[in-house]
């Protein structure tokens, strides 16, 4: 069974969880055989997948980046994401168990002291135009990088009180692992409906806040925001908008930074994470059976 993820043009700590996660949770189930393809975290509910290829879908979700997949009897659903996925794909809403980044429960031994009174987690995509690390650092307040390894990102995460993420991989591990945590909502509008998705398997609601531009290319990058062409453009050649007036942005969002500080956070009940990470481990039980088939 081949391990399907997203890999972005640098490393992602929702993604990369995949690499890290499985292998701990299912060992010796893995290999490169592209006739079966396993999808866990993420938004990776494509319609490109071979047609005859068989699809293990185990928490993953869909996205809206392509056409939704045609369903036949080569999908698999053990659950997914939550109630929109199953809503947009047309399945049984009860399969909205949860993101399957939730099973981190299950893979963490003892947890590091707490170091960092408040933590900010940016998108992965704000590393590229963004300059958040500054920002922190202004605003006294502990920069999680979501481009580092799994590994030093769950370090910082349980070593935090607070969490401040615009990354959603942020929020889901934070809650997972009962670190309460405050939404920013991503600069990117596409993103937002994929946080809804796994709150809804969770019963959770929660208030999103905004935040400005940490640099002269993400201001331009919102500006440009339904122009593809232009959104292009900026990407591929925007980069020297990052070093005009890089202190006064970045000023700015650190005081915005410490007003969220002060923002009551947010937690799933502990009666909701335990249950769906109960229904996870039964199901993972299940899929380990239906392979020994």
């Known amino acids: 069974m081949k391990l399907f993820y997203y890999r972005g043009v640098k490393p992602n700590f929702g993604d990369d969880l995949n690499a890290w996660m499985w292998p701990r949770l299912m060992p010796g189930i893995w290999d490169d055989d592209e006739d079966v393809i396993f999808l866990g975290i993420g938004s990776i509910l494509f319609d490109f997948f071979p047609k005859a290829a068989r699809k293990i879908v185990f928490g993953a979700g869909y996205g809206g980046y392509t056409p939704v997949p045609q369903i036949d009897e080569n999908w698999k659903f053990y659950f997914v994401r939550g109630e929109l996925t199953a809503k947009s794909l047309n399945i049984d809403p009860a399969l909205g168990v949860g993101d399957s980044a939730i099973l981190l429960r299950s893979c963490i031994g003892p947890r590091p002291s707490k170091r960092h009174k408040v933590a900010f987690m940016p998108h992965w995509e704000s590393t590229l135009a963004g300059n958040w690390r500054l920002a922190c650092e202004l605003a006294g307040i502990h920069y999680i990088d979501p481009t580092a390894t799994v590994e030093q990102t769950l370090d910082d995460i349980l070593s935090s009180e607070l969490v401040i993420t615009e990354a959603m991989h942020g929020a889901i591990v934070s809650d997972a692992l009962r670190v309460p ?57 925007g980069n020297f908008l990052r070093h005009v007036l890089p202190s006064v942005f970045a000023e700015r969002v650190a005081g915005q930074l410490t007003q969220l500080a ?31 088939r």
């Open 262 to 292: 002060g923002m009551p956070a947010t937690l799933s009940r502990d009666s909701a994470i335990e249950s769906s990470h109960q229904r996870m481990l039964e199901n993972m039980d299940l899929l380990l059976a239906d392979l020994k």
């Open 181 to 237: 945590w405050v939404a920013v909502t991503p600069l990117q509008t596409q993103h937002h409906m994929k946080w809804q998705d796994w709150a809804s398997a969770l019963d959770l609601t929660f208030s999103s806040h905004a935040l400005g531009a940490s640099t002269m290319l993400e201001s331009a990058l919102q500006w440009s925001e339904g122009k593809p062409s232009m959104t292009r453009t900026l990407r591929r050649r």
